[in-house]
T-cell receptor
Framework: GAGVSQSPSNKVTEKGKDVELRCDPI?????LYWYRQRLGQGLEFLIY????????KSGLPSDRFSAERTGESVSTLTIQRTQQEDSAVYLC??????????????FGPGTRLTVL | QKEVEQNSGPLSVPEGAIASLNCTYS??????FFWYRQYSGKSPELIMS????GDKEDGRFTAQLNKASQYVSLLIRDSQPSDSATYLC??????????FGSGTRLQVQP
């Protein structure tokens, strides 16, 4: 496809369960980012991938959060033992030219996670 | 102090007027600056990017950057009701992840 895709679009889970969120970046984009947006708030950075390595994971809020990426393709964000405060929209973005002056990030539609 | 600050609004302008959205940032080493538009329930979409001091125009949109004052603005000319959305200012400073402001909600009144 032409843009960043994410799945599922919506996820409702019970407190304490694990969830996996998936992101397919734009083809050819080497950099991939995960952000979180709580209701009515701005976007918070979670983790950045360059290829399949993560040089910056400083935004992950706790060790319950982890992410991996296969090559320069799909990434999965995993949240273990979900808590109600994890409820948010999880947004993925990708960019073509990381570190360059034109490092424009394009966002996917997001996954809305609701933890009951 | 937040790294990127925006007035939350709402900023209300009549249709056809100029909407002026402002953003300040705290870190002088910030390199690249972006304006994203976010409709309710949707993901952010890029409106403008700017990297050097001065103005950059694209259609009805003009981004202005003043690095000495650590200030970025977005002007929307001939505002339309379809411009009603939250406008997010974002900066990159080396680590390549965007740091976002909390956004300004714009309402264009028909």
């Amino acid at each position: 496809g032409a843009g960043v895709s994410q799945s599922p679009s919506n996820k409702v889970t019970e407190k304490g369960k694990d969830v996996e969120l998936r992101c397919d970046p734009i083809s050819g984009h080497t950099a991939l980012y995960w952000y979180r947006q709580r209701l009515g708030q701005g976007l918070e950075f979670l983790i950045y991938f360059q290829g399949n390595s993560a040089p910056d994971k400083s935004g992950l809020p706790s060790d319950r959060f982890s992410a991996e990426r296969t090559g320069e393709s799909v990434s999965t964000l995993t949240i273990q033992r979900t808590q109600q405060e994890d409820s948010a929209v999880y947004l993925c973005a990708s960019s073509l030219d990381p570190g360059g002056a034109t490092d424009t990030q394009y966002f996917g539609p997001g996954t809305r996670l609701t933890v009951l | 102090q937040k790294e990127v600050e925006q007035n939350s609004g709402p900023l209300s302008v009549p249709e056809g007027a100029i909407a002026s959205l402002n953003c300040t940032y705290s870190d002088r080493v910030s390199q690249s600056f972006f304006w994203y538009r976010q409709y309710s329930g949707k993901s952010p979409e890029l409106i403008m990017s700017i990297y050097s001091n001065g103005d950059k125009e694209d259609g009805r949109f003009t981004a202005q950057l003043n690095k000495a004052s650590q200030y970025v603005s977005l002007l929307i000319r001939d505002s339309q009701p379809s411009d009603s959305a939250t406008y997010l200012c974002a900066v990159i400073k080396g680590r390549r992840a965007l740091t976002f402001g909390s956004g300004t909600r714009l309402q264009v009144q028909p």
